[in-house]
């Protein structure tokens, strides 16, 4: 059965349909989830906020977008939200140092770094850590643009951001992210 | 899928249109010599591509307890089968 005939069930009240769709994008949500917060625990409290929204809402799902943009709108608006509770934290700001980011600091030659693999744990760690100190709005413009693949247009879309805004934060997310890692390697 | 072509006058054009420069403009002039020499640049790009695929493949289970969880949370775990 296709994904447009499961949505019209599940609107109309049929539980097995619904069963399905949270089935098809439960380890997709999970996994964005976790990808913003870097934590499990929150990752699997996001993804159940999430599907309780999609239960409660789907019937305004208008089928003028695809289902999985108007999934990522509302895992995001919750990433967000969770984000939003720890005020106090810290993050580097990124905002204003735009030269320092591509000074010709000494770089590593990454090919000659033993893990390379995602399966490593260092390499986690390093990913993790980078990651982390990047500012909860700054980290879903890069995911979902570079890492999840979509549009400048639909990340602007779903983030509820300017296409000027999103490529400004992507740019200096990606270069962010790569000169924590090349820092790391330094160590 | 094979990656689509795309020529050293295709890159130049799309730095130069986001800058809103002319093609031909000392600007990109400029541009495309330092392209064609900066091993810098080149790492970069390298090295930014690299990051993106990292965190790309760097996923994690879901694992079956949370799966349960959320099922019932929903009143959905008798629709399993």
């Not at chain 2, 790492?43 to 790309?56: G, L, M």
Request: charged share 35%; aromatic share 8%.
């Amino acid at each position: 059965m296709d994904e447009i005939k499961i949505i019209e069930l599940a609107k109309s009240g049929d539980r097995k349909a619904m069963a399905s769709l949270v089935k098809m994008y439960e380890k997709t949500v999970y996994n964005f989830a976790f990808k913003i917060c870097r934590d499990r625990d929150k990752a699997e409290n996001i993804m159940q906020e999430t599907f309780l929204s999609v239960v409660k809402s789907l019937h305004q799902f208008d089928g003028n977008s695809k289902l999985s943009t108007w999934l990522y709108r509302i895992v995001t608006n919750h990433c967000l939200m969770e984000a939003r509770k720890f005020k106090n934290r810290h993050f580097v700001s990124i905002d204003d140092d735009e030269d320092g980011m591509y000074e010709n600091k000494q770089v590593v030659d990454w090919s000659s770094v033993p893990y390379k693999s995602t399966e490593n744990i260092e390499l986690r760690k390093i990913l993790d850590e980078a990651i982390s100190k990047l500012s909860p709005e700054y980290r879903m413009v890069f995911l979902l643009r570079d890492v999840e693949e979509f549009s400048t247009e639909e990340t602007a879309k779903i983030a509820e951001l300017s296409v000027p805004a999103v490529k400004s934060r992507l740019h200096r997310a990606r270069a962010f992210l790569r000169n924590e890692i090349n820092e790391a390697f330094r160590k | 899928m094979k990656k689509e072509e795309i020529s050293c006058k295709e890159v130049i054009h799309h730095i130069c249109e986001s800058l809103g420069e002319d093609l031909n403009s000392e600007k990109c002039i400029a541009i495309k010599s330092h392209l064609d020499e900066c091993a810098n640049c080149k790492n970069y790009f390298q090295t930014v591509e690299v990051t993106i695929d990292w965190y790309k493949k760097y996923n994690i289970e879901l694992p079956d307890e949370a799966h349960n969880r959320l099922m019932s949370l929903l009143k959905l775990n008798d629709q399993e089968k």
